[in-house]
């Protein structure tokens, strides 16, 4: 089951903040974050489990609501170099055989000068 | 530097051809993953291995496409006959739980 992101694009002024939603139909074990640039490969940001851990990476942070099978990304006083399209990844089941991870569409994040 | 590798790079075909695409995960990583990336939709999971075992490939379609992990460092992503509506960027990818490390994708392109 593909978890919807929302909004599908933004486009930001350097320093501004945005908010990159996702939400399953589906109970979920964890959240994964990913950033892919134009042309380049998907590059791990974050994870989230199940029990409320949050993790950040410099001015990105992200919350998860079990209860909503909900997760959303917050970029702070973005840079240019986050620019690029994000995308999460869901997981319905802890580890074992059914470490199945299942991407949304992305949001493409365009920040300018 | 630890990274997978894949390749082709770019591939052209004609529809009808054999593809073979090609994927060296990094060592002692036991989970390899083939997704699909098309701007329609997005990054979809075709397979995905643990300890070279074949766990999920549901998101494949099985007539014309295979995936096999001949030995712990070599994926493989088969399609035969290749058709139009298989072009897209394939890339595979492999990790522990938590963090996937994808590699530079293969983009295949059938006339």
């Known amino acids: 089951q593909q978890p919807v992101q929302s909004p599908q694009a933004v486009i930001l002024r350097e320093g501004e903040d945005a908010v990159i939603n996702c939400s399953s139909s589906?109970?979920?074990?964890?959240v994964h974050w990913y950033r892919q640039k134009h042309g380049e490969a998907p590059v791990f940001l974050m994870i989230?489990?199940?029990?409320?851990e949050q993790k950040g990476h410099e001015k990105i942070s992200a919350s998860f609501n079990e209860k909503k099978q909900q997760s959303s990304l917050y970029l702070t006083a973005s840079q240019l170099s986050y620019s690029g399209t994000y995308f999460c990844?869901?997981?319905?089941?802890?580890?074992?055989?059914?470490?199945?991870?299942?991407f949304g569409k992305g949001t493409l994040l365009t920040v300018n000068p | 530097d630890a990274r997978v590798t894949q390749t082709p790079r770019h591939k052209v075909t004609e529809m009808g051809q054999e593809v073979t695409m090609r994927c060296q995960p990094i060592?002692?990583?036991?989970?390899v993953f083939w997704y699909r990336q098309t701007m329609m939709q997005g990054l979809e999971l075709l397979a995905y291995?643990?300890?070279?075992?074949?766990?999920?490939d549901s998101g494949m379609p099985k007539d014309r496409f295979s995936a096999e992990m001949p030995d712990a460092t070599l994926a493989t992503l088969k399609i035969q006959p290749s058709e139009p509506r298989d072009s897209a960027v394939y890339f595979c990818?492999?990790?522990?739980?938590?963090?996937?490390?994808f590699g530079e994708g293969s983009r295949l392109t059938v006339l």
């Open positions: 990844g869901t997981q319905q089941q802890s580890g074992g055989s059914n470490y199945k991870l299942t």
């Open positions: 990818a492999s990790g522990a739980p938590g963090e996937l490390f």
């Open positions: 989230l489990l199940k029990g409320g």
């Open positions: 291995f643990r300890n070279r075992a074949p766990l999920d």
């Open positions: 589906k109970a979920l074990y964890s």
């Open positions: 060592l002692g990583h036991n989970t």
